[in-house]
């Protein structure tokens, strides 16, 4: 649906744009019904033929797509603000992410190759090979594309100063022209001269020709030459204006020009365009000239500069050619269009070098004063704005020209010294990421997975298992020294990615993009500090309450907090719970069913707090190790905890009676290791879990037993599923009571740990045996929470002494397995084996894949089939064609992506929600609200102004404008931070006295009105 949205947004012209603002003035908001019809309409205008029954369908079914993107808060409602929003957000974010976008460049240093300064810089692709001229002398240097010192071409002080350097591909041998009216050629290996001769004039500019085997060189007069080198003689000359003839002092020849129409003055450069017969001049005279090769004769002059053109690059994949000079823009050209397509701000001094990256949209222009700009050609934005140094750290001073090394990402500016910057290199391709990745989590919104390493958030395609786009910047602070990521979750839409970082930051970003939407701030916390934090210190944990849009994180000040994200705009805090640990909190977790909070810290203490009222309900004593992680198990009043020593307990909560914050039972994860030939046993500390649940419905089994099913059968009706850091609503929503009247299928518990094992425990004999022995039994409905938004504050620091007390004597027991109650069992493990090289970080099961998502400090994440058989590995090399750093290209991956999910039924789930949405559609248009459309299109379509909706949409983002050639203006972004964060405003009220008349009552009465 992705294309087929960005396709429909680029069918809206300014008529339609402004129909749209129309629509949402009057009626003040869209509902999915209202904003469908509204967009079908334009969509289908001046379409005489009628759309068949399936593309209805698909269009229907992308629109709805379209307002959930848009609707990123859920609140089922659009105003215009949000709608051009999204509008600048899609044509800027998205792209900004992509993997093969344009990556951020960063100053590497200054090489300091010689005294003198540098005058030109050139690298030639054909031999890999950077030269330098030196400024005001005949020296040029060759080097490596490491800039190691190969030789110097050096002249006599009589062959006056270096005017241009070109590599010969075809015979091996640089050209070089001076301002002695002498152009010589040297061997590529020693730089020895090879030969030489005079020329008529100073050729001031070269471009090789290798398919023609000819070498095109320029004079300050504007006539350009063509050179036959294995003949050391002219072919033609172009150029000149047609009374100048020309004289061969050697043969007495007069010859005329090829073609009469040419520059005036002085031509400063010569550029081959890739692809096509042509070679592009840009001349002192504010011309730039386009020539035929094959012919010599002009086919276009470019006008549109006031002063003089210096430099040209073009890209063959985009087709634009590229300009700028004495001007302080740069101007951007079709070669078949005589005007310019945009013109680019933001040079302080005249251009001095632009070059494009080939097989990339990035496109860097220098200007005098050092200042170096990288632009992407897509939307002629500019993404980033760089300065270098010298040795004393000081911004380099001015430069003479500059150069770009695809094959390694560096972009070369010649002053002073070389100042260097390089790009981010994907240094290791077969990996998930360069950081050990903390969390990976599946979104069945938009079948994609999520994984988080410290700096980067990264989203992959589930059918393919290809790196669709990455976020970095994502934590507190600006972008380029954002804090570390800690703890991830996503709403319960997938639409939003929460995160917190390691100086207590939590915010909100749209999923699709990574724009920024919102921060959740403390006022204890900015009354401390003076920032805009929610925590103090590192954020620990963090989990999403679906059913009532609430945030919880927990963090290593020790304290809980819990924040409302019904607002669109900003994240209010509720309440905070303080006082009950007395060290780091390290496991958060949350029931709906019970509607409890579980915090577990690192001197194993875990503590239930009610999630409404913020009071400490119960502690769990029993561990004597730090807390790894806490699982709710609904729908049974159960919470399992894990810690460092390998321990598992399963405890009883609010609504198990006496047996309330008890330990029910426990068991440990041991792994048997081979050691001196004979094998044992050995604890892993479990760092994650996840649980898979299901209820039989065909079970007519007494007490709530059913026969156990095969290993291989993971599919019910009805079924739990959760992992770390996203806690889903679960496919039982709404079943408890149907779920408690049928019996336990299946009740598998997936366990990662410290080691890189996975474990599949079946607990199903140990739930049964729980429900025997002590009645507590899935809950048939959830616990009644009055006001989640409650606003309050609790200290439970006048309980933890005692707490404290019991946990000391718990710890100087001696306590093994036999503090549990005696249940009489054995845990069975289903499967275990080794995953990762190193700890598991997160664990999460795909009921609809059969699959499990495994992410690991290995800097992995697996995809495993429910027998333990990889069936994936996501490796940010994959499927990227291109050279990556190093110059090498990622090798095939050994396991084959084998990760499918039903795309049939989701069709069909999406087309019987069209169908839906269709009949609503329907409904309005029988009422009013569509005959007041039909008339509005019929009678004031060309009456709508185009320019003020332009405008609109311009200020959203705070645009500079770009000046084209037709006088129009077209948008760019003016910086690099994103557009401010969307606004969802809440329904407006329906008052007596507009009750029942639709939200377009007020035009259709003055309608009325003025028809009578």
């Given at each position: 649906?992705?294309?087929?949205?960005?396709?429909?947004?680029?069918?809206?012209?300014?008529?339609?744009?402004?129909?749209?603002r129309?629509?949402?003035?009057?009626?003040?908001?869209?509902?999915?019904?209202?904003?469908?019809?509204?967009?079908?309409?334009?969509?289908?205008?001046?379409?005489?033929?009628?759309?068949?029954?399936?593309?209805?369908?698909?269009?229907?079914?992308?629109?709805?797509?379209?307002?959930?993107?848009?609707?990123?808060?859920?609140?089922?409602?659009?105003?215009?603000?949000?709608?051009?929003?999204?509008?600048?957000?899609?044509?800027?974010?998205?792209?900004?992410?992509?993997?093969?976008?344009?990556?951020?460049y960063?100053?590497?240093?200054?090489?300091e190759?010689?005294?003198?300064?540098?005058?030109?810089?050139?690298?030639?692709?054909?031999?890999?090979?950077?030269?330098?001229?030196?400024?005001?002398?005949?020296?040029?240097?060759?080097?490596?594309?490491?800039?190691?010192?190969?030789?110097?071409?050096?002249?006599?002080?009589?062959?006056?100063?270096?005017?241009?350097?070109?590599?010969?591909?075809?015979?091996?041998?640089?050209?070089?022209?001076?301002?002695?009216?002498?152009?010589?050629?040297?061997?590529?290996?020693?730089?020895?001269?090879?030969?030489?001769?005079?020329?008529?004039?100073?050729?001031?500019?070269?471009?090789?020709?290798?398919e023609?085997?000819?070498?095109?060189?320029?004079?300050?007069?504007?006539?350009?030459?063509?050179w036959?080198?294995?003949?050391?003689?002219e072919?033609?000359?172009?150029?000149?204006?047609?009374?100048?003839?020309?004289?061969?002092?050697?043969?007495?020849?007069?010859?005329?020009?090829?073609?009469?129409?040419?520059?005036?003055?002085?031509?400063?450069?010569?550029?081959?365009l890739?692809?096509?017969e042509?070679?592009?001049?840009?001349?002192?005279?504010?011309?730039?000239?386009?020539?035929?090769?094959?012919?010599?004769?002009?086919?276009?002059?470019?006008?549109?500069?006031?002063?003089?053109?210096?430099s040209?690059?073009?890209?063959?994949?985009?087709?634009?050619?590229?300009?700028?000079?004495?001007?302080?823009?740069?101007?951007?050209?079709?070669?078949?269009?005589?005007?310019?397509?945009?013109?680019?701000?933001?040079?302080?001094?005249?251009?001095?070098?632009?070059?494009?990256?080939?097989?990339?949209?990035?496109?860097?222009?220098?200007?005098?004063?050092?200042?170096?700009?990288?632009?992407?050609?897509?939307?002629?934005?500019?993404?980033?704005?760089?300065?270098?140094?010298?040795?004393?750290?000081?911004?380099?001073?001015t430069?003479?020209?500059?150069?770009?090394?695809?094959?390694?990402n560096?972009?070369?500016?010649?002053?002073?010294?070389?100042?260097?910057?390089?790009?981010?290199?994907?240094?290791?391709?077969l990996?998930?990421?360069?950081?050990?990745?903390?969390?990976?989590?599946?979104?069945p919104?938009?079948?994609?997975?999520?994984?988080?390493?410290?700096?980067?958030?990264?989203?992959?395609?589930?059918?393919?298992?290809?790196?669709?786009?990455?976020?970095r910047?994502?934590?507190?602070?600006?972008?380029?020294?954002?804090?570390e990521?800690?703890?991830?979750?996503?709403?319960?839409?997938?639409?939003?990615?929460?995160?917190?970082d390691?100086?207590?930051?939590?915010?909100?970003?749209?999923?699709?993009?990574?724009?920024?939407?919102?921060?959740?701030?403390?006022?204890?916390?900015?009354?401390?500090?003076?920032?805009?934090?929610?925590?103090?210190?590192e954020?620990?944990?963090?989990?999403?309450?679906?059913?009532?849009?609430?945030?919880?994180?927990?963090?290593?000040?020790?304290?809980?907090?819990?924040?409302?994200?019904?607002?669109?705009?900003?994240?209010?805090?509720?309440?905070?719970?303080?006082?009950?640990?007395?060290?780091?909190?390290?496991?958060?977790?949350?029931?709906y069913?019970?509607?409890?909070?579980?915090?577990?810290?690192?001197?194993?203490?875990?503590?239930?707090?009610?999630?409404?009222?913020?009071?400490?309900?119960?502690?769990?004593?029993?561990?004597?190790?730090?807390?790894?992680?806490?699982?709710?198990?609904?729908?049974?009043?159960?919470?399992?905890?894990?810690?460092?020593?390998?321990?598992?307990?399963?405890?009883?909560?609010?609504?198990?009676?006496?047996?309330?914050?008890?330990c029910?039972?426990?068991?440990?994860?041991?792994?048997?290791?081979?050691?001196?030939?004979?094998?044992?046993?050995?604890?892993?500390?479990?760092?994650?879990?996840?649980?898979?649940?299901?209820?039989?419905?065909?079970?007519?089994?007494e007490?709530?037993?059913?026969e156990?099913?095969?290993?291989?059968?993971?599919?019910?009706?009805?079924?739990?599923?959760?992992?770390?850091?996203?806690?889903?609503?679960?496919?039982?929503?709404?079943?408890?009571?149907?779920?408690?009247?049928?019996?336990?299928?299946?009740?598998?518990?997936?366990?990662?740990?410290?080691?890189?094992?996975?474990?599949?425990?079946?607990?199903?004999?140990?739930?049964?045996?729980?429900?025997?022995?002590?009645?507590?039994?899935?809950?048939?409905?959830?616990?009644?929470?009055?006001?989640?938004?409650?606003?309050?504050?609790?200290?439970?620091?006048?309980?933890?002494?005692?707490?404290?007390?019991?946990?000391?004597?718990?710890?100087?027991?001696?306590?093994?397995l036999?503090?549990?109650?005696?249940?009489?069992?054995?845990?069975?493990?289903?499967?275990s084996?080794?995953?990762?090289?190193?700890?598991?970080?997160?664990?999460?099961?795909?009921?609809?894949?059969?699959?499990?998502?495994?992410?690991?400090?290995?800097?992995?994440?697996?995809?495993?089939?429910?027998?333990?058989?990889?069936?994936?590995?996501?490796?940010?090399?994959?499927?990227?064609?291109?050279?990556?750093?190093?110059?090498?290209?990622?090798?095939?991956?050994?396991?084959?992506?084998?990760?499918?999910?039903?795309?049939?039924?989701?069709?069909?789930?999406?087309?019987?929600?069209?169908?839906?949405?269709?009949?609503?559609?329907?409904?309005?248009?029988?009422?009013?609200?569509?005959?007041?459309?039909?008339?509005?299109?019929?009678?004031?379509?060309?009456?709508?102004?185009?320019?003020?909706?332009?405008?609109?949409?311009?200020?959203?983002?705070?645009?500079?404008?770009?000046?084209?050639?037709?006088?129009?203006?077209?948008?760019?972004?003016?910086?690099?931070?994103?557009?401010a964060?969307?606004?969802t405003?809440?329904?407006?009220?329906?008052?007596?006295?507009?009750?029942?008349?639709?939200?377009?009552?007020?035009?259709?009465?003055?309608?009325?009105?003025?028809?009578s």
């Amino acid at each position: 649906a992705s294309s087929f949205i960005a396709d429909m947004m680029m069918e809206l012209d300014a008529k339609k744009v402004s129909y749209l603002r129309h629509e949402f003035e009057q009626r003040g908001e869209l509902t999915l019904s209202e904003f469908v019809m509204v967009m079908k309409v334009c969509l289908t205008w001046g379409n005489r033929t009628q759309l068949s029954t399936g593309a209805e369908a698909q269009m229907i079914s992308s629109l709805c797509e379209l307002f959930a993107q848009i609707d990123i808060n859920g609140d089922g409602a659009l105003e215009w603000a949000e709608f051009t929003s999204f509008v600048v957000e899609m044509g800027l974010e998205s792209q900004q992410h992509k993997p093969d976008g344009i990556q951020a460049y960063s100053f590497s240093g200054a090489e300091e190759i010689g005294r003198a300064r540098i005058g030109k810089v050139y690298y030639f692709s054909g031999n890999d090979s950077i030269v330098t001229c030196e400024l005001d002398k005949c020296v040029c240097s060759v080097f490596t594309n490491e800039f190691a010192h190969r030789y110097n071409i050096s002249r006599e002080e009589s062959a006056g100063v270096i005017q241009g350097v070109v590599f010969l591909d075809s015979m091996d041998q640089y050209a070089i022209s001076s301002s002695a009216n002498l152009l010589s050629l040297h061997d590529e290996h020693s730089g020895h001269l090879v030969k030489s001769f005079r020329t008529p004039s100073v050729q001031v500019c070269l471009e090789w020709v290798d398919e023609y085997l000819t070498l095109y060189t320029a004079d300050r007069s504007g006539v350009i030459r063509a050179w036959d080198l294995v003949e050391m003689e002219e072919k033609h000359f172009m150029g000149a204006a047609a009374s100048d003839t020309y004289n061969d002092a050697k043969t007495g020849d007069n010859r005329r020009e090829a073609n009469g129409s040419g520059h005036t003055d002085c031509v400063m450069a010569l550029l081959r365009l890739d692809g096509l017969e042509i070679l592009a001049s840009a001349s002192m005279d504010c011309r730039i000239g386009l020539w035929d090769l094959a012919t010599g004769k002009v086919r276009n002059m470019l006008e549109g500069h006031s002063k003089g053109i210096t430099s040209l690059a073009y890209s063959s994949e985009y087709r634009f050619l590229v300009s700028g000079g004495f001007e302080f823009e740069i101007f951007v050209w079709n070669p078949y269009v005589q005007q310019q397509i945009a013109r680019l701000p933001g040079h302080a001094d005249s251009v001095c070098g632009i070059k494009t990256v080939s097989g990339t949209p990035v496109l860097v222009t220098g200007d005098r004063s050092g200042v170096i700009k990288v632009w992407d050609m897509r939307t002629f934005a500019c993404v980033q704005t760089l300065m270098g140094e010298d040795a004393r750290g000081q911004r380099a001073p001015t430069i003479n020209g500059i150069c770009t090394v695809a094959p390694q990402n560096k972009i070369i500016a010649a002053g002073a010294s070389l100042y260097v910057f390089e790009s981010r290199k994907m240094e290791n391709p077969l990996l998930t990421d360069d950081a050990p990745v903390l969390l990976a989590v599946f979104n069945p919104t938009t079948l994609t997975f999520a994984t988080a390493s410290a700096k980067e958030i990264k989203i992959w395609d589930c059918k393919t298992g290809q790196l669709l786009r990455t976020y970095r910047g994502l934590g507190g602070g600006s972008e380029a020294h954002a804090s570390e990521l800690s703890a991830l979750c996503l709403d319960f839409r997938q639409r939003k990615l929460f995160t917190g970082d390691h100086l207590g930051h939590v915010l909100a970003y749209d999923y699709l993009n990574g724009a920024h939407m919102k921060t959740f701030r403390s006022p204890d916390v900015a009354a401390e500090n003076g920032e805009g934090r929610a925590h103090c210190l590192e954020v620990s944990g963090l989990v999403y309450c679906n059913e009532h849009k609430i945030l919880i994180s927990a963090s290593w000040d020790r304290t809980i907090r819990v924040h409302d994200d019904e607002l669109s705009d900003a994240g209010v805090l509720l309440r905070w719970m303080s006082g009950g640990h007395a060290a780091d909190i390290t496991s958060l977790a949350y029931s709906y069913q019970t509607s409890l909070i579980a915090s577990g810290s690192s001197d194993s203490v875990i503590q239930v707090w009610d999630f409404e009222l913020g009071r400490l309900q119960g502690t769990c004593s029993g561990h004597r190790a730090s807390i790894t992680s806490l699982r709710f198990l609904d729908p049974f009043p159960l919470l399992l905890s894990t810690d460092a020593d390998g321990k598992l307990r399963l405890w009883g909560t609010r609504n198990a009676g006496v047996r309330a914050y008890t330990c029910l039972f426990a068991f440990e994860n041991s792994m048997r290791t081979s050691r001196q030939g004979s094998s044992a046993k050995a604890l892993a500390a479990v760092m994650t879990t996840a649980v898979h649940i299901e209820f039989d419905t065909d079970s007519d089994t007494e007490d709530g037993q059913a026969e156990e099913k095969g290993d291989e059968s993971w599919g019910a009706d009805f079924s739990f599923t959760g992992q770390d850091g996203y806690m889903g609503r679960g496919e039982h929503e709404g079943n408890s009571e149907q779920m408690k009247a049928h019996a336990l299928a299946e009740f598998l518990l997936f366990c990662g740990d410290e080691q890189g094992h996975i474990c599949i425990w079946d607990l199903k004999p140990v739930i049964l045996a729980i429900e025997r022995q002590h009645r507590i039994t899935a809950l048939a409905h959830p616990h009644v929470c009055m006001n989640p938004r409650r606003q309050t504050s609790y200290d439970a620091s006048e309980y933890f002494v005692e707490q404290r007390k019991a946990q000391q004597r718990i710890n100087g027991l001696a306590l093994g397995l036999s503090d549990s109650p005696g249940l009489g069992l054995k845990v069975k493990k289903r499967r275990s084996w080794l995953a990762h090289d190193d700890g598991v970080t997160s664990l999460g099961s795909i009921r609809e894949a059969d699959a499990i998502l495994s992410s690991s400090f290995d800097r992995l994440v697996k995809l495993w089939n429910s027998r333990g058989d990889c069936i994936g590995v996501l490796r940010q090399g994959q499927g990227l064609s291109k050279t990556l750093g190093g110059g090498q290209r990622p090798s095939q991956p050994d396991v084959q992506w084998d990760f499918h999910v039903n795309l049939k039924e989701r069709k069909e789930r999406r087309r019987q929600e069209a169908l839906k949405v269709k009949h609503e559609i329907s409904k309005l248009e029988r009422h009013s609200a569509a005959s007041d459309l039909v008339s509005f299109v019929r009678e004031d379509w060309e009456s709508i102004s185009d320019a003020s909706v332009l405008d609109d949409i311009g200020q959203m983002s705070d645009f500079k404008e770009l000046e084209l050639g037709n006088g129009q203006r077209l948008s760019s972004a003016a910086r690099t931070d994103g557009p401010a964060p969307r606004k969802t405003p809440k329904m407006k009220p329906i008052n007596a006295k507009n009750a029942g008349k639709g939200f377009n009552w007020r035009g259709r009465e003055a309608r009325r009105s003025g028809a009578s």
